[in-house]
């Protein structure tokens, strides 16, 4: 008997992990968010002019 393969469904899936990979990688890229105190980033340039 011969064996047949989905290929449909198996570039589906292919497609699925691959952008799931991309996904992962585009998160890992993002820079941490920082806590920044605004005022004390004011009052430094006012110090500087």
Excluded: G
């Excluded at 989905?6 to 820079?31: G, H, Y």
């Amino acid at each position: 008997m011969a064996v047949t393969r989905l290929k449909r469904k198996d570039r589906r899936n292919r497609a699925v992990a691959t952008n799931r990979v991309e996904r992962i990688k585009q998160l890992t890229k993002l820079p941490v968010i920082k806590n920044i105190d605004v005022d004390a980033i004011k009052a430094e340039f006012a110090a500087k002019a």
